[in-house]
């Protein structure tokens, strides 16, 4: 795919097409990064995942390391991104003397007024439409709206995004970039169980809900996931933050199976490659 779209976000991480792929604890691997960014746009993986240096790396900050530790994985990685923490400028700084462009996720104005503060040079506003941890409590479109005027840098709009149609929606709503993570679940270079692809291509957006039940070790953090997962979850007392994976002895059935509202345009299981030129297909 050769296509091309110039914003500031993807001038500023060197990418073809403002897309970033969300760094999905649990399913999220070095494959699906690679691939998305052979494809043309950002891919991420989870703090302790190995990629090839033209992906980023995503730190929760209930779990990052200290400084040290972010200098160290910021020599190999485009990017360093933290997520679900107040804005750390000691943090920033250790990602850009390895050489990294620091990012943040937030889910309002002010966090991200922070962020810019501290020295990050993007951000990402994450809508309560998002899959897996939700930070905010607005919907993307007014969070995106917030931001955009309350900081200068690029702003990546990330939450309930699936579709070619919402994607170039998104983008004519100023972002400068669109953050995709439940379409990529149910590529093949994901590490999904096969039982979690299968309820995610068989789900649509009324089937997303936003919980606290799989807080296990990370408390305050309400997560979107698929309502009939928190049911069967409830039914066994299991607490799994991650969810289903290849390999999973335990029945994958109760574990966390974060969706997005926008799981009911996830209607195929497609390359990584593929989704992405379908995502930007109308821009």
Known sequence: MSTTTSTRFSDLVGCRLPLQLAAMGGVGTAELAEAVSAAGGLGMVPSGVASAGECGV???????????????VAKTARVVEFFYGDPDRN????AHRGGALAGWQVGA??????????????????GIEAGGHVRGHQLLAEVLAEVRVAVRVPVVAAGGVASARRFAEVMA?????????????????????PDYVAA???ADGDDTVLTGWFNEGWPDAPHRVLRSALERARDSGWHATVPPY??????????AMYAGQGVGDVIASLPAREVVADLVGLL
């Open 91 to 94: 943090l920033v700084r250790a």
């Open 58 to 72: 995503n730190f929760l900050m209930p779990f990052a390391p200290g400084p040290d530790g972010i200098h160290e």
């Open 200 to 202: 995610l291509l068989a």
């Open 246 to 255: 290849r390999g999973v002895e335990r029945s994958p059935g109760d574990m």
């Open 109 to 126: 104005a002010d966090e991200a007024r922070a962020a810019e503060e501290a020295g990050c040079d993007y951000i990402v506003a994450q």
């Open 173 to 193: 709503m100023g972002a400068d970039a669109v953050r995709v993570g439940t379409r990529f679940v149910t590529s093949p270079e994901s590490g999904a169980h």
